[in-house]
T-cell receptor
Framework: DGGITQSPKYLFRKEGQNVTLSCEQNLNHDAMYWYRQDPGQGLRLIYYSQIVNDFQKGDIAEGYSVSREKKESFPLTVTSAQKNPTAFYLC????????????FGSGTRLTVV | AQSVSQHNHHVILSEAASLELGCNYSYGGTVNLFWYVQYPGQHLQLLLKYFSGDPLVKGIKGFEAEFIKSKFSFNLRKPSVQWSDTAEYFCAVMGDSGGGADGLTFGKGTHLIIQP
């Protein structure tokens, strides 16, 4: 089955540590996205990428970094500079024009203690 | 910049009641509009989408939405809800600037609870 795999589902880290969230898709989609979901805030765009080796900042990119070395993979690193990292992180992908909607992964819940 | 406003953060209904969830957007040009649903413990799923043609669009599970351009609205409706419709519903907009894959903008969501 085609889809998006995010791992792990739950992640715990100590404050001050960087952590990398995995996102892999086998849909042959060109575009990939990272969103952060907080209660009452909806989804906010962190980073997106339309092509390998290129990515763009979204609305809340500070404290995050990404890479796109392969079409299938778009890992997100939550750095120690992110002030409120505890959240639910969603990865998505779409064809390049985006008009057919996005396919979302099941998410990673990150808790920083 | 585009933005989306969902009118109700929490809605509680009884089974068989009719549902309408409000969504308004702001964007200066042509838009593509979406409704997503997130059932408890599950990933976001596309309910329906509009990008041209008939402004009344039908989606999965009996949902429909009407695009009213003059009101910048895209309200979600269902004539008779079921307990299984309990979920979080998100309205989203994408400006049709030709480079669509630059990020959907989501509303803050409406948490719908259906009581048996």
């Amino acid at each position: 089955d085609g889809g998006i795999t995010q791992s792990p589902k739950y992640l715990f880290r100590k404050e001050g540590q960087n952590v990398t969230l995995s996102c892999e898709q086998n849909l042959n989609h060109d575009a990939m996205y990272w969103y952060r979901q907080d209660p009452g805030q909806g989804l906010r765009l962190i980073y997106y990428s339309q092509i390998v080796n290129d990515f763009q900042k979204g609305d809340i990119a500070e404290g995050y970094s990404v890479s796109r070395e392969k079409k299938e993979s778009f890992p997100l690193t939550v750095t120690s500079a992110q002030k409120n990292p505890t959240a639910f992180y969603l990865c998505a992908s779409s064809p390049l024009d985006g008009n057919y909607g996005y396919t979302f992964g099941s998410g990673t819940r990150l808790t920083v203690v | 910049a585009q933005s989306v406003s969902q009118h109700n953060h929490h809605v509680i209904l009884s089974e068989a009641a009719s549902l309408e969830l409000g969504c308004n957007y702001s964007y200066g040009g042509t838009v593509n509009l979406f409704w997503y649903v997130q059932y408890p413990g599950q990933h976001l799923q596309l309910l329906l989408k509009y990008f041209s043609g008939d402004p009344l669009v039908k989606g999965i599970k009996g949902f429909e939405a009407e695009f009213i351009k003059s009101k910048f609205s895209f309200n979600l409706r269902k004539p008779s809800v079921q307990w299984s419709d309990t979920a979080e519903y998100f309205c989203a907009v994408m400006g049709d600037s030709g480079g669509g894959a630059d990020g959907l903008t989501f509303g803050k969501g409406t948490h719908l609870i259906i009581q048996p």
